[in-house]
C-alpha cells in the first residue's frame, strides 16, 4: 500500500528516537516510539549494529561446486557479515556475479539478510558450502554482467580520481612558474600494477588447473635423484605431496617394487628421508593397466593380513576374502561363488556342520599314523634346514616380531613384510632405534658421523 511523505517522515524519526532510546537503555521512551511506529503501521527493520558484533577477522572454509567440478577454498570474514555482503566479495575476489550464488550453512539455504553469526559462523575452519549456477538458470544477460563489470571498473577509477580545482578563466592559458635550484623534478608516475584481485583470480584458476591433472610435470630441466640422469622439463613428474621431483622410469620401478600398501617417497640423502606417499591417481597415471592390477590385488593382499577377522575362500587358487563378523557363519564368495563355512573353516557341500566334522574326524582316524609319520620326517627337514641357513647367515630373525627373514639379493636395507621393520641385513639389527625413521639411539647407526656400520656394509641404507 501507498504511504504519504508525511507518515514515512514521521516513521523516520520515531526509528531514529527508537534506536537512540534502545542505545541509552530509556526504557519507557522506546516503549511510547514502538507504539507510535504501531499506529503509523509503516515497515521497519531492526538489526544489530556491526559493532555488536566481534570485529576479529575468521577463517571461513568454502566448499565452491558447479555443474561440473569442485574446490575448497578459504575466505577472510567477519561474523556480523550479512550473505550479500558476503555475495559481494565473493563477486569483486573471483568474478561471481550475486545472482549466480546460491549458499547453504548447516544444511539450509540462507537468506540474503542472514548474518553468518545467526548460522553459528563464529571460530576459524567454521563450513559453508557455494553452488554457483550458470547464468541461464540465474536468468542473468551477458548486458547485464558486463554492465555490472563495467560498473565495478568505473567504480574503481572514481577512487583513484584526484580532483583538481579550475581557474575562473577555463580558456586562459597558466602561467609556468619559474622553477628555482632548489627544486627537483619529479619522477613520472611508475605504471599501475595488475590489480590483486586479477592476480587472485589467475591464482585460483592455476590452482584449479593444476589439481585437475593426475600427474604433475617438472617446470624446469633437472637431475634424477635416483638414477642421477638428465631430466629435461615436463618429462619428469613432481610429487605433489612433497614437491620431490624424479623421471618417470624411476618412481614406475619404486611403485612395482613396493611391497607395502603405501608407496612413499624415494627421496633420501645423507641428512634427510621424505616420508610423504604418492597419491592413488599418480600410481595409476604412472603404471600401465596390468601392473596397476597387480599393485591393487598387492594392496588387498596386504589388508586381508592385517585384518584380523579376515577369512580367505577355501576354493583352490580363489583370491576371494572377506571380513566377518561375529554373528555371520557363513561366507559365499562372489568369485567362485563357493559357499564357505566360517565355523568349520571349510567349504562342507551337500553337508551340514556335524556330518563335515565327522566325517573329518573318521578319516582323521584312518590317516593318523601316515600322517604323524609324515609330519615328524617334514618337520625334521626344515628344522635342520632353517637352523643350517641361520648359522652360516643365509637367514636372520626379525629384531621385533621373531619370525625367519631371508635376503634374496640387493642391498643391505631389507624390510620385514609382517611388523614392517627396517632392518640392516649385514649387522643382523634394526636399522633404526626404537623411534622408528630417524632414531640413532640405537638401531645399526650406519653413516653417523660419516661412519659405515661395517666394514661390508653395502652404505644404501
Not at 1 to 27: C, R, V
Not at 306 to 311: A, D, F, G, I
Request: proline content about 4%; aromatic content about 6%.
Amino acid at each position: 500500500m501507498p504511504y504519504t511523505s508525511h507518515s514515512i517522515k514521521k516513521a523516520e524519526e520515531t526509528a531514529q528516537l527508537l534506536n537512540e532510546a534502545i542505545n541509552t537503555g530509556d526504557k519507557a521512551e522506546a516503549i511510547r516510539c514502538i507504539e507510535k511506529l504501531l499506529t503509523l503501521k509503516v515497515p521497519v527493520c531492526v538489526r544489530l549494529t556491526p559493532e555488536a558484533y566481534s570485529q576479529e577477522c575468521i577463517r571461513l572454509r568454502v566448499g565452491v561446486e558447479d555443474a561440473l567440478s569442485d574446490a575448497y577454498i578459504t575466505m577472510l570474514v567477519s561474523p556480523g557479515m550479512t550473505i550479500a555482503e558476503l555475495k559481494q566479495k565473493v563477486n569483486q575476489d573471483y568474478g561471481f556475479h550475486p545472482s549466480l550464488q546460491c549458499w547453504i550453512i548447516g544444511k539450509r539455504f540462507v537468506k540474503d539478510e542472514d548474518t553468518l553469526f545467526s548460522h553459528s559462523v563464529i571460530s576459524d575452519d567454521d563450513q559453508a558450502f557455494l553452488f554457483i549456477r550458470s547464468a541461464h538458470s540465474a536468468k542473468l544477460s551477458r548486458e547485464q554482467q558486463k554492465q555490472e563489470e563495467q560498473n565495478r571498473r568505473l567504480g574503481g577509477i572514481i577512487e583513484n580520481i584526484e580532483v583538481l580545482s579550475r581557474g575562473a578563466d577555463p580558456g586562459a592559458r597558466r602561467k609556468q612558474p619559474q622553477m628555482s635550484p632548489e627544486r627537483k623534478v619529479s619522477p613520472a608516475p611508475s605504471p599501475k600494477p595488475v590489480s590483486i584481485l586479477e592476480e587472485r583470480q589467475k591464482n585460483f584458476l592455476s590452482l584449479l588447473e593444476t589439481d585437475n591433472q593426475d600427474l604433475i610435470s617438472n617446470k624446469e630441466e633437472l637431475s634424477c635423484p635416483i638414477c642421477c640422469e638428465q631430466v629435461l622439463a615436463g618429462e619428469g613428474v613432481t610429487l605433489r605431496e612433497c614437491l620431490h621431483s624424479f623421471c618417470r622410469e624411476c618412481l614406475n620401478l619404486t611403485i612395482v617394487n613396493c611391497m607395502d600398501a603405501e608407496v612413499v617417497c624415494p627421496y633420501a640423502d645423507g641428512e634427510y628421508s621424505c616420508n610423504c606417499v604418492l597419491q592413488d591417481r599418480e600410481i595409476k597415471t604412472l603404471l600401465s593397466l596390468n601392473e596397476y592390477q597387480k599393485f591393487l590385488e598387492l594392496r588387498l593382499k596386504i589388508a586381508e593380513s592385517r585384518s584380523e577377522n579376515s577369512y580367505h575362500c577355501k576354493t583352490l587358487d580363489c583370491p576371494g576374502w572377506c571380513i566377518f563378523e561375529d554373528d555371520v557363519n557363513e561366507f559365499a564368495c562372489d568369485i567362485c561363488n563357493a559357499t564357505n563355512c566360517l565355523l568349520c573353516k571349510a567349504i562342507h557341500k551337500d553337508m551340514n556342520c556335524k556330518e563335515y566334522q565327522d566325517d573329518l574326524r573318521l578319516r582323521a582316524e584312518n590317516d593318523a599314523a601316515a600322517k604323524r609319520t609324515t609330519e615328524i620326517v617334514e618337520n625334521a627337514n626344515m628344522a635342520g634346514l632353517l637352523q643350517m641357513m641361520l648359522q652360516n647367515g643365509e637367514a636372520m630373525y626379525c629384531p621385533k616380531c621373531k619370525i625367519i627373514i631371508q635376503k634374496k639379493d640387493g642391498c643391505d636395507w631389507i624390510c620385514c613384510l609382517m611388523c614392517k621393520t627396517e632392518i640392516c641385513w649385514v649387522t643382523k639389527q634394526a636399522r633404526w632405534g626404537p623411534q622408528g625413521p630417524g632414531d640413532t639411539s640405537a638401531g645399526c647407526k650406519c653413516r653417523i658421523n660419516g661412519v659405515s656400520c661395517h666394514p661390508n656394509c653395502q652404505n644404501c641404507h
